[in-house]
């Protein structure tokens, strides 16, 4: 269940990294580009300034690279998945296994589980939260995803 709370926690961060990675270049670069209309059709001479300085932010905000941060929670969230399923045919299979067999697969999945953590960049609580409540909602279901 760890996981799938971490997967999907990821994968929320990831979407709202991205959404605020293009609205924090579009939004300036939108000024910029309206600053500079005004600035060259109605002579205000603010404009050219305004027009500058967002184009300098957008600028900024895409070079600084917060898709990186995006591509990171998404990596992040995969490596959790692929756990998930790792531990789910760990679990259908279990009946056929000696109780040794299964405390070494218990060891390898929390090793597993540790790699992850240990290059993961933790995400926001909030994120945690909306996952919980999507995760309740059946978002991560095998029966809601099959019918």
Do not use: C
């Amino acid at each position: 269940m760890d996981a799938t709370y971490s997967a999907q926690s990821y994968f929320e961060a990831a979407k709202s990294a991205e959404f605020w990675s293009r609205v924090i270049v579009f939004i300036p670069a939108l000024i910029s580009a309206f600053a500079g209309v005004l600035s060259a059709v109605y002579a205000v001479k603010l404009g050219g300034s305004i027009s500058a300085m967002a184009g300098a932010i957008a600028a900024t905000a895409s070079f600084m690279g917060s898709s990186k941060q995006v591509s990171s929670f998404k990596e992040s969230a995969r490596k959790y998945t692929a756990l998930r399923h790792a531990a789910q045919l760990e679990i259908s299979l279990l009946s056929s296994k000696t109780e040794q067999e299964r405390e070494e697969i218990v060891r390898v999945l929390s090793d597993m589980r540790s790699k992850i953590v240990a290059t993961d960049d933790p995400v926001p609580n909030r994120f945690f939260e909306k996952a919980s409540r999507r995760i309740d909602s059946g978002v991560t279901s095998y029966a809601a995803a099959s019918e």
